[in-house]
């Protein structure tokens, strides 16, 4: 059996981190907005907000169980499947992923603990700190595993010594050119992400006229914060495209199909980008609308990706939509949003059928989003690990392709099916909803099975 | 010059991994040990006796890696394909039982399904940690600093014996943790196993302790030569005597948090055992720690991080344990 090893290491490291993003994403926002939730109960009073919060604190300790046995896996992989990575670059992205360790995952793994099961037993206050200690926990984490990532993008602070990266100013490192982008635009993406959750969660109670307190609450906080944060991603992701263009033009280039450099780019809103001949084939465009956006001049000139030989090309077609796709999933987040602002704006946001109808559907574009950019980031670096220092062909372990693809089809498989009972599972908590969960015995004795009596009557959905 | 800060990073990895070892050895253990609870409300008391604290305690497993690729990246580049496959079974038995902290209680019909879940997950990491073990006392083939061995070289007898021994040690840590946390007909079950559990891990402790000098010059060469001998007798001694202690305790009724701390012994004594035959190597028998040893720039920059940061972590860690302190009782948890 001939299996390409290279090719095998990239499908399951790409499989298993687009899974484990998925959970980050959620438990980022999750965490910020249970502990909002908490502080507004413990400053108001009123006893929905604290509903609202067990209730999510529930479907978050699912979320989170699932992000940390899937990071685990991650950790492990850099020597697993890049273990010539790891000795070229382990000297930098090391120390930085030693600090996440240090710094957040103990924060969040410990104070977790008291986040879940602390309910009944301490002082609502130390119950608060615990959730704020979670949520700068998992914002730190992205802090540090974001520089990582960035510096493989734009390295700097280092010199090369017998073929190894070594550091010489860690603060040139973990401040690189693309991180602050870069962290901005994921943590931007994690809480629009999640409010758009909490914004479907709520439409679909007001439709099915069930707990309309917590619902309406949901429904204001997921569109009031999504109308604010939307427009800004769209604007943090134009600046973090020009960094891009700054420091990995062809990743540009790819993203906009733009071959020829020495000619202004169109914006294509549709082709198919064609690798062998270098063109794009049934193009709907915007003339000259690339160049507009990159250099704010419609006859500004930037480069295009015959300027390297086709070996250093990404693969253009993939980086091309999953970048349409992120930039339509921005739009579309932004015309639900606003046209949520506006209608509650005329006070009649929780009237709208047709607009809530749709709304309750829109929980999971987020996390395509957020997967689409990534796939843009990462696959547009490639044929690079380390752009401009280190090809990915060159970074694989000394592991057999028979082994990779064992291996492989197992984590498909065990992926397959615990993440989908896990979805499932969160679903099904949804359907049961706050008044059920949150509503369990104080005391102890019972509480230990908070879902066994009212849940029954609910049918599974 | 800096060759001591590499030693001192040896010395963080090594309480790293000690800090696992006991931490998730127990949890794992409550694992290992759920085929033999008799009922559901019993399993429910023994997973509540430690659901807030399995994710601070399985994080000692990513500083672990994560300290081991960034103190040592050669070690870790070769370690990690050489152990390539217990390393993804060990992973994939912590992710079926990592979730099934969560999905057993939210899982009504499929209560069940978790329980075997989460006992075999834990049966498999521990097996597979055991076996990562064994793979390394006995040694890695290396060329031109990377793995050159062959896929399979790690599974042997020696290997094998290790994950089965890792696995009753584990399960003794759960069982003895049980003694302290709990009450009523679990506790009980668990002192009766716990002895059972106890004398396994000694006849393992054993059968390793002959094994190893017997198969590997070098590690024979470390203990019974002179005056090596004389430092390190007590070790085995005062293994002895901790055995005796936790077996006499286990007896005694009113002894609940005794036994517990006995077995901590226990794994304490073991792993300077192995320290003692297999240091400075991290990759035996050829990468020490110094020629594994990432650049000084890498190194300090993280161990100042790590000198301000572990009291701070063993700190708020201690104070979780003690909020959460107290037995759980029957039919009483968190959730
Ligand atoms: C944007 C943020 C982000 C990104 C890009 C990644 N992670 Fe992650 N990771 C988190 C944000 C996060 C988190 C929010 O901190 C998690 C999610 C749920 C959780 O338990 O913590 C987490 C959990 C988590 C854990 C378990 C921690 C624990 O025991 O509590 C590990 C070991 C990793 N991750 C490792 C990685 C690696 C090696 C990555 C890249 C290759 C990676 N993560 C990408
Ligand atoms: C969490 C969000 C992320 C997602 C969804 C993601 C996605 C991907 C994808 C799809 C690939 C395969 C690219 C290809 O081979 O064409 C990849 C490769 C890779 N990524 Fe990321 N990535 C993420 C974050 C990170 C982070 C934070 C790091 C490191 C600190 C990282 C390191 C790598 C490495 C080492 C590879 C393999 C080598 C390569 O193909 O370049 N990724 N990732
Ligand atoms: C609507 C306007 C948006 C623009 C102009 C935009 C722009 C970009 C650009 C240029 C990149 C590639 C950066 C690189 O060079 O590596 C990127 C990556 C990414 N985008 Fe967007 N984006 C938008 C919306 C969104 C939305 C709505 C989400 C998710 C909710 C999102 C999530 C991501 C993620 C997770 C990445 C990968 C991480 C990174 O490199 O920042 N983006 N985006």
């Not at chain 1, 990995?248 to 980008?273: C, L, N, R, T, Y």
């Not at chain 1, 796709?325 to 739009?331: D, E, N, S």
Request: glycine share 10%; net charge neutral.
């Amino acid at each position: 059996m001939d299996f390409d090893p290279v090719l095998l290491a990239r499908l399951q490291f790409a499989f298993t981190i687009s899974f484990h993003i998925i959970f980050p994403t959620f438990t980022i926002g999750l965490s910020a907005y249970i502990a909002t939730l908490e502080v507004m109960w413990l400053w108001s009073q009123r006893e929905h907000y604290h509903r609202l919060a067990r209730f999510w604190t529930k479907i978050f300790a699912v979320s989170f169980a699932m992000g940390v046995v899937s990071g685990l896996v991650l950790s492990y992989e850099f020597g697993t499947n890049w273990s010539r990575f790891s000795v070229f670059a382990g000297n930098i992205i090391g120390p930085l992923m030693g600090y996440e360790v240090l710094v957040a995952f103990f924060l969040e793994s410990t104070f977790l603990g008291i986040m879940l099961f602390g309910w009944n037993r301490f002082p609502p206050g130390l119950h608060v700190f615990s959730c704020i200690a979670v949520a700068l926990g998992t914002l730190i984490s992205a802090f540090w595993i974001i520089s990582a990532n960035s510096w493989m993008h734009t390295p700097a602070g280092y010199v090369l010594q017998n073929g190894v990266a070594v550091p010489v100013d860690w603060l040139q490192i973990i401040f690189n050119p693309s991180f602050p982008y870069r962290l901005a635009h994921m943590a931007t993406a994690a809480y629009l992400t999640t409010s758009f959750v909490v914004l479907a969660v709520g439409a679909r109670y007001l439709l099915a006229g069930k707990y309309l307190d917590e619902a309406k609450t949901m429904l204001r906080m997921g569109v009031g914060f999504a109308a604010i944060v939307a427009p800004l991603q769209l604007f943090i992701g134009d600046q973090h495209g020009l960094n891009t263009l700054k420091y990995q033009p062809v990743k540009i280039a790819a993203m906009e199909a733009h071959w020829d450099g020495s000619k202004p780019g169109d914006f294509e809103i549709f082709a198919w980008p064609d690798q062998k001949g270098e063109a794009n084939r049934y193009a709907i465009s915007v003339p000259r609308g690339s160049s507009l956006v990159l250099t704010h001049d419609p006859n500004g000139l930037f480069p295009g990706l015959t300027s390297v030989p086709p070996t250093d090309r990404p693969n253009v077609p993939i980086v091309f939509f999953a970048f349409r796709i992120m930039l339509g999933i921005g739009f579309l987040m932004i015309g639900t949003a606003l046209l949520g602002a506006f209608l509650w704006w005329r006070g009649k946001l929780f009237e709208m059928r047709w607009y809530l109808w749709p709304a309750q559907y829109v929980w999971w574009i987020g996390f395509v989003a957020v997967i689409a950019g990534w796939t843009v980031t990462e696959s547009g670096r490639q044929p690079w690990i380390a752009y401009g220092l280190q090809r990915t062909a060159d970074a694989a372990s000394p592991v057999p392709g028979s082994s990779i693809a064992t291996t492989l089809a197992l984590f498909v498989f065990v992926y397959g099916v615990v993440f989908s009972m896990g979805i499932y599972y969160i679903n099904r908590l949804i359907n049961t909803g706050p008044a059920a969960i949150a509503g369990a015995p104080p005391a102890s004795g019972m509480a230990s099975r908070p879902l066994s009596s009212d849940a029954e009557a609910e049918a599974p959905s | 010059m800096e060759w001591y800060i590499a030693l001192i990073w040896a010395g963080i990895l090594g309480i790293a991994v000690a800090m696992y070892v006991i931490l998730d050895g127990f949890d794992l253990g409550i694992g290992i040990l759920f085929p033999f609870s008799k009922s559901e409300h019993e399993r429910d008391q023994m997973m509540n006796s430690v659901a807030p604290f399995w994710d601070g305690n399985e994080t000692w497993l990513v500083l672990g890696g994560g300290g081991l690729l960034a103190a040592f990246p050669a070690a870790y580049a070769i370690l990690m394909p050489a152990v390539y496959l217990p390393v993804i079974a060990m992973l994939l038995g912590l992710i079926f039982r990592g979730v099934a902290f969560e999905f057993r209680w939210v899982g009504r019909t499929s209560k069940q399904f978790w329980n075997v879940a989460f006992a075999a997950g834990s049966i498999l990491a521990a097996f597979a940690q055991g076996v990562i073990l064994g793979g390394l006392i006995q040694g890695v083939k290396v060329e031109n600093g990377a793995f050159a061995g062959g896929h399979f070289d790690f599974a042997t007898p020696f290997a094998a014996l290790c994950g089965v021994a890792v696995v009753a040690g584990y399960a003794l840590l759960g069982a003895t943790w049980l003694v302290m946390k709990t009450e009523g007909d679990v506790a009980r079950l668990a002192r009766t196993h716990a002895k059972w559990l106890l004398a396994a891990v000694i006849v393992f402790m054993g059968i390793v302790s002959l094994w190893t000098p017997l198969a590997f010059p070098r590690i024979a060469e470390r203990w019974f030569s002179l005056p090596n001998l004389f430092f390190f007798a007590p070790v085995p001694i005062v293994t002895a005597i901790a055995a005796l202690l936790c077996l006499k305790w286990l007896d005694d009724e009113r002894r609940e948090v005794l036994p517990f701390l006995c077995a901590i012994a226990l794994f304490f004594l073991g792993y300077s055992g192995l320290v003692i035959s297999n240091f400075p190597y991290l990759v035996p028998p050829t990468l020490t720690v110094w020629q594994a040893a990432a650049a000084p720039a890498s190194q300090i920059f993280l161990l100042l991080g790590t000198l301000f940061m572990l009291p701070v972590i063993l700190g708020y860690t201690a104070f979780v344990y003690w909020l959460f302190g107290g037995k759980i009782r029957e039919g009483e948890g968190y959730h």
